[in-house]
């Protein structure tokens, strides 16, 4: 068996996918090869759906954030159910998640793993991590702060899985504190429970955003400096962010919790909570033309954008030894054919399992014989003829 080989039987990879009830799938059931994956079809195909369901493998609400509700097909019974087998270097697992019909999806989304009901979603990044690029991430860079957040969010929860629960505790402190300042409240015992709370978290939440930007900045050295994919400047825009530069965590801890009770008045008057980082922000220039990423041509922010994820996926491969499963929609549309060629060796050197969708699959003709080839159409997967 040759080095190749070996590798890529260590690649954590899907190799089967089952869809039931899903979008605009009744059954599907499709056997997956490991590296590059070629999904192409007509618009409205199912191409997107298809990256969904497998976005739906890493904890929240996947790639488009709809409601579960929305991701039952239309003429099912109301629930959905999806199904992998995934394998990799820590063996093979079965992941499934879905809800039930009849169920609105508000109270989450089962999941389970090689048959029994998971802890929680957290419990699948055991297993795999999966990190998207869409069309909407196309405006990221000049889009809301929100956007790049979660973006950001994302990649830390890749490298640390212990993020998401940190976020949704942050959240769950603040919602009560803000209901509090709606409610006129005075007690200044429940404030300060709250605030203890999230200064807690809210500083673990901004200690890990700040060592994935130190650790992902060296990985984006490593891209090539006069590459197709420019090297960028990543920093992190927020108060507790920056603060961690300069002070020891509990110093930052008790700062932000003493900025949160004198700013009740403040926050009272807004009907919310105006610091923390939840209002944090992720900056990006592109470093060879010396400019705010937002400034760039689409294709350039693109290639900015690529950069950014296939550094991350690297450094996810040697933190965890898991490189994580890249989806990759309409990835070809604003890459000229040098930049898709460099794509497609950076992900077989990757050795992650990529996919990619185009409505042509002539856009990938370059991996022909070194990817799998798939078309789809309408509800169903068939092998692609003479890609
Ligand atoms: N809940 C649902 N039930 C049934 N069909 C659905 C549901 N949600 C979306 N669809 C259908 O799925 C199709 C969209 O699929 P998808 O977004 O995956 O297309 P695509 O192949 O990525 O297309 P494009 O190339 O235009 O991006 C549409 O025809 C839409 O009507």
Redesign the pocket.
Known sequence: MTAGATQLQQQTHISKLTLTNF??YAALSIGLSPGAVVLS??????????LEAISLLTPGRGLRRAPYA?????DGDGGFALHARIEGPEGQAEIGTGIAGGDSGESGRRVRINGAAARSSEDMLEWLRVVWLTPAMDGLFPGPAADRRRFLDRLVLAIDPGHGQRALDYEKAMRGRNRLLTEGSRDGSWFEAIETQMAETGVAIAAARAELARLLAAMIERLPSSGPFPQADISLDGDLEKALGSAPAVDVEERFRRALADGRDRDRAAGRTLDGPHRSDLVVRHRPKAMPAELCSTGEQKALLVGIVVSHARLTGEMSGMTPILLLD?IAAHLDAGRRAALFSILEELNCQAFM?G?DAALFSSLAGRAQFLT?DHGTVGPTEDP
Do not use: Q
């Not at 079809?41 to 298809?50: I, M, Q, R, S, V």
């Open positions: 979008r605009n079809g007509d618009n409205g195909a199912g191409k997107t759906n298809l929305d991701l039952a097909r239309e309409e969708t409505t789809v």
